[in-house]
Antibody
């Protein structure tokens, strides 16, 4: 069974940093690109970042480019999102996701990031 | 980036009605299109993937169609539990853009 378990969400001050993690199991992790998606309170879904299966290619949304860094450890089946220079507008639930071969999407339950003084 | 235009933004319908939500992609995405249902305080729930494949366990009242740039989610025989917000997402390329969402209210 595919499982994605996010962690690392917390309350942080504006300008601060936070590192999110996602532990993956139940599939051949290194075969799949992984993504982060977020949802601010009362807002729609926003794609944040992605990384290729081997980690050589990374992608970022315009709102986080230059501040967030995505990475993965295929030996530990983990995905990370290093978030720097956090802003109030980064407050959101962050989800770890990937698209299976058939096109089916898999999501974790999310981890909450709150940016506030 | 591929823009996803979803309509309507909200719809109100009665139990037993049929509702259609549309999603238009800014360029050809083949059938790399998913539909999600989200209820308040919950994570998005996948309904349809690859434009028309119904996820196992999801009610057959939900169906998806389309390819290329135009896609449709149809909910038949509306039930009270269908009250939710529905999103489309293109998974053809990064960024995996979402539609703006459609809020469905059951009268």
């Amino acid at each position: 069974e595919v499982q994605l378990l996010e962690s690392g969400g917390a309350l942080v001050q504006p300008g601060g940093s936070l590192r999110l993690s996602c532990a993956a199991s139940g599939f051949t992790y290194s075969n799949y690109a992984m993504s982060w998606v977020r949802q601010a309170p009362g807002k729609g879904l926003e794609w944040v970042s992605a990384i290729s299966g081997r980690g050589g290619d990374t992608y970022y949304g315009d709102s986080v480019k230059g501040r967030f860094t995505i990475s993965r450890d295929n030996s530990k089946n983990t995905l990370s999102l290093q978030m720097n220079s956090l802003r109030a507008e980064d407050t959101a639930m962050y989800y770890c996701t990937f698209r299976g071969t058939s096109g089916r999407g898999y999501w974790g339950q999310g981890t909450l990031v709150s940016v506030s003084s | 980036d591929i823009q996803m235009t979803q309509s309507p933004s909200s719809v109100s319908a009665s139990v037993g009605d049929r509702v259609t939500v549309t999603c238009r992609a800014g360029q050809d995405i083949s059938t790399w299109l998913s539909w999600y249902q989200q209820k308040p305080g919950k994570a998005p729930k996948l309904l349809i993937y690859a434009a028309s494949s119904l996820l196992s366990g999801v009610s057959s009242r939900f169906s998806g169609s389309g390819s290329g740039t135009d896609f449709t989610l149809t909910i038949s025989n509306l039930q009270p539990e269908d009250s939710a917000t529905y999103y489309c997402q293109q998974t053809n390329s990064f960024p995996g853009t979402f539609g703006q969402g459609t809020r469905l209210e059951i009268k």
